[in-house]
């Protein structure tokens, strides 16, 4: 226990030196309360203000999906190589070692399944389990454009009003639906409008004509979905133009659990967000040989 015998007068107070003040420097973030922020910075690296998540949260509506039957086998080798992994309350509790550290962003959004109209959906988590669960952020999609767009929107809100009690980010993913196109004007619309009304990170899809005016006009960070599964090289090339473009990271699930190597998929994605490795380097480099080659 401490005692009084060997306290001394401090000689360390540098009253020269001024307070160092050191700003979160992450896209829109600087104005958040410290417990939003260091959420944030568990998520997105601070060296680099990029984050890799791993989406693996697809069971919500579609069961267990090409990739995600054992989450056991097929996800948790790869927790180290995510800066956050993308998921469900279920699939965390049941599944997801809690030693692993990696951050969680819990799907907080839910309803319908594959078999009915999929923007019909409700807030399926409470932000209480939430904090229990030690979640990095929430995800809830939004359906600007779809059936039940105000009730999606009405969701989010509800969301980031409850995220500022408990200082939990909320990201905001963009769903397109079957009919919409994901071309610049739709994307602009609707990660501005999920930004507008408090999301503290945006998730959309790349698009191949003026991507960099989707990410430019919100003003917070822009996380690339992946998709459809492609050829590893062509999501690498897809991943390196929207960072280059301005995103913040990715958010890929398909691209990387379905991938013919995921470890090596994740690590060719993590060269690609914080080291702008060039996509045909980083395909070199983690899968040992050139793309297309045998
Ligand atoms: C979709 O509703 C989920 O939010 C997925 O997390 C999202 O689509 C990203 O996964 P993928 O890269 O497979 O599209």
């Given at each position: 226990m401490a005692d009084n015998d060997s306290r001394t007068e401090g000689a360390?107070?540098?009253?020269?030196v001024a307070a160092r003040p050191q700003p979160y420097t992450l896209k829109g973030s600087a104005g958040l309360d410290w417990g939003m922020q260091s959420r944030l910075a568990r998520v997105f690296?601070?060296?680099?203000?990029?984050t890799v998540m791993l989406a693996i949260d697809h069971g919500y509506f579609q069961g267990p999906t090409t990739g995600l039957e054992r989450v056991d086998l097929s996800i948790v080798p790869l927790l180290g190589h995510a800066d956050a992994l993308m998921t469900t309350r279920g699939i965390v509790r049941s599944t997801i070692p809690p030693a692993s550290g990696t951050p969680i962003v819990l799907r907080a959004s839910g309803g319908p399944s594959?078999?009915?109209?999929?923007?019909?959906?409700?807030?399926?988590?409470?932000m209480e389990d939430a904090a229990r669960l030690n979640a990095a952020a929430v995800a809830v999609q939004v359906?600007?454009?779809?059936?039940?767009e105000t009730q999606s929107v009405h969701n989010m809100t509800r969301l980031v009003d409850e995220s500022q009690r408990y200082g939990i980010p909320v990201l905001a993913v963009t769903a397109v639906g079957k009919?919409?196109?994901?071309?610049a004007r739709y994307l602009r619309l609707a990660t501005r409008i999920c930004a507008e009304l408090g999301a503290h990170v945006v998730k959309t899809y790349y698009c191949a004509e003026d991507f960099d005016t989707v990410a430019a006009a919100c003003p917070v960070p822009l996380v690339m979905a992946g998709g459809k599964k492609l050829p590893e090289l062509d999501a690498l090339t897809m991943a390196y133009r929207a960072i280059e473009e301005g995103a913040a990271g990715v958010d890929m699930g398909r691209n990387i659990f379905q991938s013919e190597n995921p470890a090596a998929m994740i690590r060719a994605i993590g060269a690609v967000v914080?080291?702008?490795?060039k996509p045909q380097a980083a395909y070199d480099r983690f899968f040992g040989r050139p793309a297309g080659g045998t």
């Open positions: 360390r107070f540098s009253p020269s690296r601070p060296a680099t203000n990029r594959i078999l009915r109209e999929l923007s019909d959906e409700r807030i399926a988590v409470a359906f600007v454009g779809g059936e039940f009919e919409l196109t994901r071309d914080h080291e702008s490795a």
